[in-house]
């Protein structure tokens, strides 16, 4: 179990210890109860984490950085703790009791003052230690990427210099969980019962079935996921996000859809989403491949604007009535997106720009 070797830190980070202090249910207090009884020589640390956490809980909108407020945090602490004087802590040495409390004032003072500056770092390593159960790890020492098939029939193409693990069971449980260091490109077989998750440093993706591109080096500032088809959700883990400074948008999770991207800026823990840098046809990845003909004869701008968004899967905003008086003629079979935009919206007089992976068209439209 992992809570066998956390100390008291690693307990005050901990998603589900922090939930159990702070709203105990019957199911969690019997967890904790045969945990401790189990490991008697966790009990020191998750006392000193607890103190910690009832503390904090009534002292949150507070600033730390006063030595007024330490002072009363470090009083309330040190009542805490002469309550706590019935079981086991009692036989503890008066000077652990007091070092553990002013350890705790000093901690706080710490995290709220400066955590908020220095987000957490997720790594793949402590990414691989949510798994509840034993991992296989698949490592790329070659120059090519290698190909990786998992037991529910998915694939994953695992980049140069890349890592991947999941558990022996891992199409057992009730989702599918991979966990990533490096690049690699993922085709998930669906399964609307099993949802299938990427740990990937500070951000998770979540789809059912679709394939998708994850970018996640050590070294990186980012991480970036590009979706090709179906559609997938991404947030930043649950295990930073939490924090009150984070907008909803990293808290709770943006959903991507093919040709869009969502890169997390990892210091500052933004999360962003955008187009990526070449969108590809849809009918490029169809399995039946859809036809679409990019050759226009005095067509109405308005429904080559609706073509092209039908064919990208891209959202393209603009005023139907005033571009429908606009005509447009050219072939632009071979361009690539951008160039297409930049063609037509020169013929008609228009702007585009790019805003949360929509397509914005301005312009004053045409006389007739």
């Given amino acids: 179990m992992k809570y066998s070797h956390f100390t008291t830190g690693d307990f005050i980070e901990d998603v589900d210890f922090r939930r159990w202090v702070q709203n105990p249910t019957p199911e969690s207090e019997a967890f904790w109860e045969d945990f401790l009884r189990r490991h008697p020589e966790k009990k020191t640390d998750i006392t000193v984490a607890r103190n910690f956490l009832s503390a904090i809980r009534h002292q949150v909108e507070s600033d730390f950085s006063t030595k007024a407020a330490e002072d009363s945090v470090f009083k309330q602490i040190q009542r805490q703790i002469g309550d706590e004087q019935k079981g086991e802590i009692r036989r503890l040495p008066v000077w652990v009791r007091w070092a553990a409390a002013a350890s705790v004032v000093l901690i706080m003072s710490w995290w709220f003052v400066n955590r908020q500056a220095a987000p957490l770092e997720m790594t793949y390593e402590v990414n691989r230690e949510q798994s509840q159960s034993p991992l296989m790890e698949k490592v790329n020492d070659t ?3 290698i190909l990786v098939t998992l037991a529910d029939g998915s694939s994953i193409f695992l980049s140069p210099k890349s890592r991947i693990s999941y558990a022996k069971t891992f199409n057992e ?3 599918r969980e991979v966990y990533l260091s490096g690049e690699a490109f ?5 399964n609307p019962n099993k949802p299938f998750y990427v740990y990937a440093n500070e951000l998770v993706t979540k789809v059912l079935g679709t394939s998708f591109n994850v970018k996640a080096f050590p070294e990186d500032k980012n991480v970036e996921v590009k979706v090709r088809t179906g559609r997938v959700a991404v947030a930043v883990a649950e295990k930073i996000s939490y924090r009150k ?3 909803n948008r990293e808290r709770e999770g943006i959903v991507l859809l093919p040709n869009q991207q969502a890169v997390l800026t990892r210091h ?8 990526v840098k070449d969108p590809t046809l849809l009918s490029a990845s169809a399995p039946t491949p859809l036809r679409y003909s990019f050759v226009f004869e005095a067509a109405r701008a308005s429904d080559v604007f609706n073509l092209i968004e039908q064919a990208y ?3 393209i905003v603009f005023d139907e009535e005033i571009f429908s008086k606009c005509q447009f003629t050219a072939d632009l079979t071979d361009e690539s997106l951008y160039e297409k935009l930049n063609i037509i919206c020169k013929s008609i007089e228009a702007d585009y720009q790019i805003l949360d992976a929509q397509i914005i068209i301005s312009g004053k439209g045409c006389a007739e």
């Avoid at 993922?186 to 669906?190: D, P």
């Fill in 173 to 175: 449980g009730n989702k």
């Fill in 268 to 275: 500052e823990i933004r999360l962003v989403k955008s187009l």
């Fill in 186 to 190: 993922f085709e998930v077989a669906k």
């Fill in 245 to 247: 400074n984070f907008s």
């Fill in 313 to 315: 899967g891209i959202d």
């Fill in 143 to 145: 120059a090519k990427p």
